[in-house]
């Protein structure tokens, strides 16, 4: 378990600002990043429903959201279980973020033993832009970098680019993922060494 002050990290954390439509930020708990375990599998889609339903709605049109946001609301307990997806947990039980990376790519299948996968990385909207996101991916980096994964993948939303690019994340170009048949998101495939 990780005990983050997220002002050691970004003192301006502390400036309430819009972050999103609707959404004002206020000043960050301490948190811990801890192992998510299927117990929280109803926190975490709660979690992922505030992100998602706040913050795609600067890059995606309603119609879009409306078909996509089913799929991308329900977390799979395997992935809960597989020891490689983290909560940043504040006091009293309260998720703040969450975000892993697995072997398996988001559809199942698995390639080299070094390449790894980033897995649905969200921060609640109010809390976007203070720090909570980066200190979440930094964690899954190093515990894949201890893995011996010397590259991630990402399948990033078109929102989550510009994080993703400021970690050191390449794009290689944009993809429509396909969550259900019938149903396409425009996503941007990413990658980065370690």
Known sequence: MLECDPYER???CMMAGTVAAGTVAHAVPPFVIRAAMPADTAEIDALFRASYGTLLKQDY?????AQA???LLVTSPRLLASGSFFVAEAGGGELLAAGGWTQATP???VGPREIGHMRRVAVRPDYARCGIGSVVLEHILDHARLTGVT?????????????YECHGFAASGEVELTLRPGVRLPAVQMARDL
Do not use: V
């Open 107 to 109: 559809f199942g299948g």
């Open 10 to 12: 970004d003192p301006d």
């Open 151 to 163: 590259r991630l993948c990402a399948l990033s939303t078109l929102t989550a680019r510009a994080f």
């Open 61 to 65: 049109d309603a119609a879009i959201l």
């Open 69 to 71: 946001l089913p799929s």
